[in-house]
């Protein structure tokens, strides 16, 4: 099966910037989504109060918080290596820009991190561009690099992050999405939540998307995150517009433990929209997030039979889970697919 990760980040060590209070702050809204983790997530009832579960707590949050001052590893080696234990073909590398974290002092990450990746490992990384803030460095700034990027240096789409910059259809981002369309390349969009401070959700509901979509119908847009927690508005949206698709990168994390939820998630999705719409993602971003478990839940991952009876959600077919593995990615991404890897495994 051609395993496709749609969303995968590099970056190098922010160590240098980890003074900024707003940067402390991120590192913060990151800690308080633990004890989701352990309490929503968790496949079984959990003490909270237990000694153990509060040992395993405090570990995570000293992982997060050790990675972020010191100097952490988001690189295109350590990328290979996770691929190459969940045994993913490919991923798309995104840049994260996020000026907020140092008060505009520089970005996360950059294109050009991202370009050395990709001409590194071509048969194995594509380059997904991200030329925000659009609006505050002013459209035709963005729009050259956009065009440079897809023409000398072969990045295959891009990346739109409301919470870094504009609601998804305030109208000065009319002429990037024009530029998106002249280059003929997909549109990927963080919508649903904004996870980490500085950034705002108002900017990202999925429903911002529905006059992209009709105004830009030639461009592939991909809802990063299933706009979660607004799923179903996501759900519509993928059958009402046929060039509207949605990366389950949340599911991989939720699926470890929130089965229940992930299998409304994904079996609402696949009955209102269908299986040619749904993306597969993990949302990498060094080592506290690897492939390994992903795949597996990729793999094994089944709507229940009670929620196949009592809301008439589709099973997952083997079918099914290869256009979801990646290859609905690879076709609107115009990237060929091996024939041996094209047929979906059988049980």
Same mark, same amino acid.
């Given at each position: 099966?051609?395993?496709?990760?749609?969303?995968?980040?590099?970056?190098?060590?922010?160590?240098?910037?980890?003074?900024? +209070?707003? $940067?402390?702050?991120?590192?913060?809204?990151?800690?308080?989504?633990?004890?989701?983790? $352990?309490? &929503?997530? @968790?496949?079984? +009832?959990?003490?909270?109060?237990?000694?153990?579960?509060?040992?395993?707590?405090? #570990?995570?949050?000293?992982?997060?918080?050790?990675?972020?001052?010191?100097?952490?590893?988001?690189?295109?080696?350590?990328?290979?290596?996770?691929?190459?234990?969940?045994?993913?073909?490919?991923?798309?590398? %995104?840049?994260? *820009?996020?000026?907020?974290?140092?008060?505009?002092?520089?970005?996360?990450?950059?294109?050009?991190?991202?370009?050395?990746?990709?001409?590194?490992?071509?048969?194995?990384?594509?380059?997904? #561009?991200?030329?925000?803030?659009?609006?505050?460095?002013?459209?035709?700034?963005?729009?050259?690099?956009?065009?440079?990027?897809?023409?000398?240096?072969?990045?295959?789409?891009?990346?739109?992050?409301?919470?870094?910059?504009?609601?998804?259809?305030?109208?000065?981002?009319? +002429?990037?999405?024009?530029?998106?369309?002249?280059?003929? %390349?997909?549109?990927?969009?963080?919508?649903? $939540?904004?996870?980490?401070?500085?950034?705002?959700?108002?900017?990202?509901?999925?429903?911002?998307?529905?006059?992209?979509? $009709?105004?830009?119908?030639? %461009?592939?847009?991909? @809802? *990063?995150?299933?706009?979660?927690?607004?799923?179903?508005?996501?759900?519509?949206?993928?059958?009402?517009?046929?060039?509207?698709?949605?990366?389950?990168?949340?599911?991989?994390?939720?699926?470890?433990?929130?089965?229940?939820? @992930?299998?409304?998630?994904?079996?609402?999705?696949?009955? *209102?929209?269908?299986?040619?719409?749904? %993306?597969?993602?993990?949302?990498?971003?060094?080592?506290?997030?690897?492939?390994?478990?992903?795949?597996?839940?990729?793999?094994?991952?089944?709507?229940?039979?009670?929620? &196949?009876?009592?809301?008439?959600?589709?099973?997952?077919t083997q079918e099914t889970r290869a256009k979801?593995?990646?290859?609905?990615? #690879?076709?609107?991404?115009?990237?060929?697919?091996?024939?041996? @890897? &094209?047929?979906?495994?059988?049980?």
């Open positions: 099966m051609f395993i496709f990760d749609c969303e995968a980040h590099l970056w190098g060590p922010m160590d240098d910037i980890n003074y900024f +209070p707003t $940067f402390k702050e991120y590192v913060n809204s990151l800690v308080g989504f633990q004890r989701s983790r $352990f309490l &929503q997530f @968790a496949r079984e +009832p959990v003490d909270w109060d237990s000694e153990e579960v509060q040992k395993e707590y405090k #570990a995570t949050v000293d992982a997060i918080r050790a990675r972020a001052y010191a100097a952490p590893q988001a690189d295109a080696e350590s990328l290979i290596a996770s691929m190459n234990d969940g045994k993913v073909n490919m991923a798309c590398v %995104i840049p994260e *820009i996020m000026t907020d974290l140092s008060y505009g002092h520089r970005v996360r990450s950059t294109n050009g991190y991202v370009a050395k990746a990709i001409a590194k490992y071509p048969d194995r990384l594509v380059g997904i #561009a991200n030329v925000g803030p659009v609006v505050a460095r002013g459209v035709d700034k963005a729009n050259w690099e956009l065009e440079h990027l897809v023409k000398e240096k072969g990045f295959k789409a891009c990346k739109f992050y409301p919470p870094d910059d504009v609601a998804i259809n305030d109208k000065r981002l009319w +002429p990037f999405y024009n530029k998106v369309r002249e280059l003929g %390349i997909p549109l990927f969009v963080h919508t649903g $939540f904004s996870w980490v401070t500085p950034g705002f959700s108002h900017t990202c509901h999925p429903m911002l998307l529905e006059e992209v979509c $009709f105004d830009f119908p030639e %461009i592939p847009i991909v @809802a *990063i995150h299933m706009g979660y927690p607004f799923t179903t508005e996501t759900s519509l949206l993928a059958a009402k517009f046929q060039n509207f698709y949605a990366c389950s990168s949340l599911l991989p994390r939720f699926g470890l433990g929130y089965t229940k939820k @992930a299998q409304e998630i994904l079996g609402e999705f696949l009955a *209102i929209a269908g299986p040619d719409k749904l %993306i597969w993602g993990v949302d990498w971003s060094g080592s506290l997030a690897g492939h390994k478990k992903a795949v597996e839940y990729l793999m094994t991952m089944q709507i229940s039979e009670e929620l &196949q009876r009592d809301y008439h959600y589709p099973p997952i979801w593995a990646g290859l609905n990615l #690879a076709r609107i991404m115009k990237i060929e697919v091996p024939q041996s @890897a &094209q047929e979906p495994e059988k049980k």
